[in-house]
């Protein structure tokens, strides 16, 4: 397991290629450049995550299942000893996509699906129909059961705040769990007046609980302090040319006054404000960390409600 707390938990984004657009995506507003993973870059990168025992998370700007290695890599994860879960929308999951996923065997596939209110849904996925959507979840659900975890994501903006519980409940019957966040302008880089307002969380950031337990990895290998950047003006090194202790410790040196980048100035993500005390090592197990992170997403899912 991770000697670092900031590589216990690697959000890496293969491709910051999609071709969705969801409402609650800042995509338009991405500067850095475009495009995928290479072969060697994942080799490099992914080598060097194994041996620390991250969980390594296929999410980022983009859409993972446009990438053609997708099913490929989560395989050599696995097979490896590594541990990998991805992020995935309904709009994506067509074909043998599903198929092809759960035969991968990812440790866990996290299904982000805004909304259970077709009008919400469909405002906010305006390339799918919500029947669809749910067709394919349930399908998806199907495939995992027995096979793979599976975790559903919604998230609350202006025009669903009160639908936690009836989201929980629908999710809780088809046997899986599921979580709500409120919807954050991704470093003031979102805007979709009627679906979201931004939120004042002041210029102090503390010690954001986002930079603290987790490391963002573009597809070129570089490490941005967050994921949220979507120029790149964050950049702390790159996991290509540099080892994992000494980017750990340049994110710590970051860290040591509380973050203040451009990008966090207009924050309203909930895990700014999310920051367990750091106590000891890291997680030393994968139960350990499991319990470490669901903590950390119930304290996310009641903020700024
Ligand atoms: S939220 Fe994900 S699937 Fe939707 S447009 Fe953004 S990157 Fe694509
Ligand atoms: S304060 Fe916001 S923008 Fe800054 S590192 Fe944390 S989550 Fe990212």
Known sequence: MPSEWAFVSVDMEI???????CRICPRDAITRPGGMMSNETFRVISE??????SLITFSGMGDPLSHPKVFEWIQHIRESGGDVGIVVNPASLNGNAPYALVDARPNSITLSFPSIRKIVFEKLCPQISFDQAIERARELINLCAGNVGIRI???RTEMNPDENESYLLLWKKLGVPSSMVACHGRGGN???????KQRDYGQKTGCCGLIRYHTFITWEGDVLACCHDLS???IVGNLIESEICEIADRKRKLMRDGVSFKVCMQCDEPLRNVNPPVEGFPPANRNDRKTFFRRMRLKNSTMAK
């Open 153 to 155: 994501t919604g998230i």
């Open 48 to 53: 060097k995550l194994i041996r620390e025992g």
């Open 190 to 196: 979102l805007k979709a007046p009627g679906i979201y």
């Open 15 to 21: 491709t910051n290629v999609c071709n969705v657009q």
């Open 232 to 234: 790149g003006e964050t």
